[in-house]
């Protein structure tokens, strides 16, 4: 086998096809880093696949940053070219598409994969030794579709020695800053100027050279309580003022209290070396999964993740050969040209310096407008494929040009670029006398297309790839997603339990603890004190708890809880409401550093009335801890609790946009579809009313002149058939004139007036008779405006009345009136058995 990458052949320009010369590329040019760009379908991920696929064969491990989902394909290794290998992986509605089953759409694809690999002279050997080159799995970090990832591993201290490395450490630090900076909002931040970025650097700074590790709990808490007193030449009070850095530990206490965030603190750590080798020596190839992740979290992680394999690179002794492989698979957003995101920062360095210690970048793109070219100059290996556009071609021979110093044909670039052809590729290598053109291989691996989440665990089980949790407590995990058909997913990763306040039942006497007491311990000033009745019997506590019936009451003991509860009231005039719910919280045993999950601990709550308004007088008092004790912390707990409530408050409304009409929580279903459907009904017949108007007045118009037309016919037919008799007798009596021999040119004058005057009379009746035809055809016409009119608006509003939205309501911060917040005393009863004293709760919810 030899020691080169396998890329595909020559390209042949003028008849298309490739020439037959292999296309061999030597893996240590890589140390100089690599580009690879095309647009979409022009055979990047074939390219860049292939490049892993030769990677792997040669024994280098990698790390690959799949913001798509496109390079999950690595791990569809079918050496038999079985086509029920495929068939899991193929979309049956592109199959239904092409009119073909999923049978024969997975036997057409096994087909192909045999023709085309023969074709570029890959045999089954050679498919095997794939197989067995590396370990491949797919990490979801934020997710348990694949192998979780903890990034808290990424705030512990790193093992390096802070004196030596200071330097390295220190970069580390500011980009690990910029990251969780990023994750809550904080965009293209300033390390010299950002206080925030400044605050937390220091923090890292004083832990880490302490060789003490932070988590993101301990990093909230030492924000509110920095481990030292200045900053620069400023205490940090005066840089930074305690009420500025409660709002930026509030902020990250989000993150944390956040139950989508329990999955990033799960998994595989970002432990560099146990990513790119398994413990039995092979290499890795560990595919991190980041389509599932929202734009901030992708930056999140992507930071954490280039800073750990920076962290690692410098551990590692100089090389000259490649060790190991950084694979991003789209770097548009990450490599900016003037913005600067966290993780632009290691990127940079790294493309500078790791050449030296033996890792090789590389970094693909389909915007080539968008990335920093100077950054990209330190690359010696392009591979660029077809572009969409002119511009995107222009803007990367500009970045090309300037990376080469001069030394590029310009012209010639740009003609080789305008006649690329799918998987056609030109390989610009500074290592190489001049750039050659060549079409890809065949990949080796099956190009299913992107991955979704949910076939994650079935991709991992197909190689064998999980992790098994070392944590001991754990909490029944949540149902996985669907894998494809055929395919069980892997086991579910054990997730770490919600901290929550300890059970009071089985609890050691307080009897006994000197930190118990018949006096009350006394509350911060202006805190207020609540007295949770006694609402369960001594026998009921006892039951309710499991205790055993023979117990003895021995006494009752208050122990200290924080309490809260609010009045939310919504108000929108738009839709009626005024309306408003109490959400309350009880919380045992607060957390002392003041971080409170609310979500864990929402109760119903006795309204103030039915409080006790003092203890029992024979009872005794655990102690008052942090954070109860602690004015400050109760005063930014009742500020996290306000913004909690803000945050997880809201009424639905029912609406009708179209009729107007809403629906407040409190108007039952049937009364508002009554509504709906009278508006409905109302608006129908507006709408006639408004649409047959005219057309009624125009009816009424032609009415009018069919009466009068009408009339005039009449007065027509008449005087027709008067002028007709006296034309008959006018012509009578010529005949008579003629026979009695009197001839008599008057007499014929006056039967052609007569003749005239029927004429006319005649012509008069003949043209009503067609007005009044015409206005029978305008009534007609009219009349079908009119029906269609009813029709038009019967079909407008008949479903108008079903057309019904849901609208969520948030509340203002300032609807939200916190009525009950302080320290609430919980009663228990001391009951004494054989196996000693144990407590059970006097008060339920």
């Known amino acids: 086998m030899t020691d080169k990458f396998y890329l595909g052949k020559l390209h042949d ?45 040669q024994g280098i491990p990698a790390i690959l940053i799949d913001p798509k989902g496109d390079l999950t394909n690595l791990l569809l290794h079918f050496p038999d070219l079985a086509p029920q290998d495929f068939q899991p992986w193929l979309d049956p509605e592109l199959a239904r598409r092409a009119g073909k089953s999923v049978e024969q759409a997975s036997t057409d694809a096994a087909l192909a994969w045999r023709n085309g690999l023969a074709e570029w002279g890959i045999d089954r050997e050679r498919m095997l030794a794939l197989k067995n080159a590396a370990q491949f799995a797919v990490y979801t970090p934020g997710s348990d579709a694949g192998i979780p990832v903890s990034v808290l591993s990424s705030l512990a201290a790193p093992g390096l020695d802070w004196a030596t490395n200071r330097e390295v450490l220190t970069e580390r630090i500011a980009s690990t800053v910029t990251a969780i900076l990023g994750l809550v909002g904080y965009e293209d931040v300033d390390p010299l100027r950002s206080r925030e970025h400044i605050l937390l650097a220091n923090i890292f700074q004083s832990a880490w050279s302490q060789g003490k590790s932070l988590d993101l709990t301990e990093l909230i808490l030492q924000i509110q309580t920095p481990p030292f007193e200045k900053l620069g030449a400023f205490p940090v ?22 139950p989508t965030f329990e999955l990033w603190r799960i998994g595989q750590p970002l432990d560099i070396p146990s990513l790119l080798y398994a413990p039995d020596g092979r290499p890795r190839h560990s595919v991190f999964y980041l389509a599932h992740l929202a734009d901030s979290e992708r930056m999140f992680f992507v930071t954490l993740l280039l800073s750990a394999v920076e962290t690692w690179m410098r551990t590692q002794a100089g090389a000259t050969s490649l060790r190991a492989l950084l694979y991003m698979d789209e770097i548009f957003g990450y490599l900016p040209p003037s913005r600067n995101p966290s993780s632009k920062q290691p990127l940079l360095r ?19 407008v968008d990335v920093d070219y100077k950054a990209l100059s330190n690359a010696g290996t392009w591979f660029i494929g077809k572009l969409q ?34 998987r056609v590729f030109i390989m610009h290598n500074v290592h190489e006398k001049q750039p050659i053109l060549f079409q890809t291989r065949w990949a080796m691996n099956f190009l299913a297309g992107p991955m979704t989440r949910a076939q994650i665990p079935a991709l991992n089980k197909l190689v064998g790839a999980s992790f098994q949790s070392t944590v001991s407590s754990v909490q029944s995990p949540a149902e996985p997603p ?19 306040a300890p059970p009071i039942v089985n609890r050691k006497s307080s009897i006994e603890n000197p930190q118990s007491s018949i006096t009350r311990p006394s509350a911060p000033a202006g805190i207020a004190e609540f007295f949770l009745p006694m609402n369960l019997s001594f026998v009921r506590a006892l039951t309710d708890a499991g205790q055993s019936g023979d117990a003895v009451q021995s006494g009752i003991l208050y122990r200290p809880a924080l309490i809260a509860s ?62 109860l004790s602690d004015a400050r912390l109760l005063a930014a707990l009742q500020h996290d609790f306000t913004d909690w409530i803000y945050r997880t408050s ?85 005949v008579l004139g003629v026979f009695g021999g009197r001839k008599s040119t008057r007499r014929l004058s006056s039967s052609l007036t007569k003749r005239r005057m029927t004429e006319q009379a005649k012509e008069d009746v003949e043209e009503s008779i067609a007005a009044l035809n015409q206005y029978d055809a305008e009534m007609r016409q009219l009349e079908e405006s009119r029906q269609q009119a009813l029709d ?25 009136y916190v009525q009950v917040f302080g320290v609430a005393w919980m009663p228990v009863y001391l009951a004494q058995s054989a196996g000693g004293t144990v407590e059970v709760p006097a008060f339920s919810a």
């Open 13 to 57: 320009p003028a008849s298309g096809k490739a020439a037959g010369q292999p296309v061999q590329y030597d893996p240590g040019d890589l140390t100089t880093h690599g580009v690879v760009v095309g647009m979409t379908g022009s055979g990047k991920t074939g390219l860049c696949i292939a490049l892993m696929e030769e990677a792997a064969l």
């Open 237 to 258: 009070d005066k840089f930074f003022p305690p009420r500025d850095r409660m709002e930026l530990a509030l902020q990250l206490n989000n993150i944390l209290a956040a």
């Open 350 to 368: 790294m493309l500078k310096q790791a050449r030296a210690f033996g890792l090789g970048l590389l970094l693909a793109t389909q915007n080539p």
């Open 389 to 422: 556009t002119d511009q995107d071609k222009q803007r990367l021979l500009d970045g090309l040009e300037s990376a080469a110093s001069g030394t590029l044909n310009r012209a010639a670039l740009d003609r080789l670029i305008s006649g690329l052809g799918k």
């Open 482 to 500: 669907a894998a494809p058909e055929g395919f069980e997913p892997i086991p579910a990763v054990a997730a770490i339990p919600v901290e929550a």
């Open 566 to 627: 609010a009045q939310v009231r919504f108000l929108d005039r738009k839709y009626n409401l005024d309306t408003d719910m109490v959400k309350s919280a009880l919380v045992p045993e607060p957390d002392p550093r003041g971080v409170v999950r609310w979500d864990d601990f929402v109760t119903a709550l006795p309204e103030a009335g039915q409080m006790d308004p003092a203890p029992d007088p024979q009872a005794r008092f655990a102690a008052l801890d942090a954070p």
């Open 650 to 734: 809201k009424v639905t409304i029912r609406a009708n946009q179209a009729l107007g009409i809403f629906a407040t929580p409190d108007v039952s279903q049937t009364e508002f579809m009554k509504a709906c459907t009278d508006a409905a009904v109302q608006a129908r017949e507006d709408e006639i009313a408004k649409a047959t108007a005219a057309i009624d007045r125009q009816i009424k118009t032609l009415q009018d002149k069919i009466s009068r037309e009408e009339r005039e016919l009449r007065m027509d037919e008449t005087e027709l058939s008067q002028r007709k008799g006296e034309e008959l007798a006018t012509h009578a009596e010529n």
């Open 792 to 816: 038009g608006a019967g079909a407008k509003w008949e479903n108008a009345a079903s057309d019904v939205t849901q609208v969520p309501l948030l509340p203002k911060k300032t609807d939200i």
